[in-house]
């Protein structure tokens, strides 16, 4: 059983671009979770998608946004990217009922220059 | 905040046990205990979770006290593999999807 995959790998923008980070979750999934992993810091909870939609968000300004297709695919966008914005992006998925675990994928790395 | 404690470092030697305590005193009664590790530069691996009673499976074992106060993760033979950063997270399955991620325990296997 193919795991949750991220495209890219690693992305290098600079500032005040854009950037879109890509997840594919386990198949069967509906639940899609994104955190980031600054350096030297721990997993920040980002955002939670379900059936399509925004279930919940950390504390991120609002340029930190995403969405989730009817596959359960789910994208990322990072506007006017800032130099603390680099980081390992994680994305994450689960069944939708009670206590099931989260399952992560490896992540992308985005350097901002 | 994480509402979990656990030790920053712990040594194991290879094909010994290695027993990861956490404590998690506050833990609310429809809260789940939950072990991940973390491999450098990979994402977090789920390793088990429990409610109450011990829980087992072909990677680790979950040991709970009876009060639920603190857990702790075995890992019956430890590898060099097994190095790694190993968290313990509560959380109840209506808490906004959001795992919340101390600083966990970083494990060294040694030869």
Known sequence: EAGVTQSPTHLIKTRGQQATLRCSPISGHTSV???????????????????????????????FSGRQFPNYSSELNVNALELEDSALYL?????????QPQHFGDGTRLSIL | DAKTTQPTSMDCAEGRAANLP???STISGNEYVYWYRQIHSQGPQYIIHGLKNNETNEMASLIITEDRKSSTLILPHA???????YYCIVRAYNQGGKLIFGQGTELSVKP
């Open chain 1, 33 to 63: 979770y994104w955190y980031q992993q600054a350096l030297g810091l721990g997993l920040q909870f980002l955002l939670w998608y379900d059936e399509g939609e925004e279930r919940n968000r950390g504390n991120f300004p609002p340029r």
């Open chain 1, 91 to 99: 994305c994450a998925s689960s069944l939708r009922t009670g206590s």
């Open chain 2, 22 to 24: 956490c404590n998690h």
């Open chain 2, 79 to 85: 590898t060099l593999r097994d190095t790694a950063v």
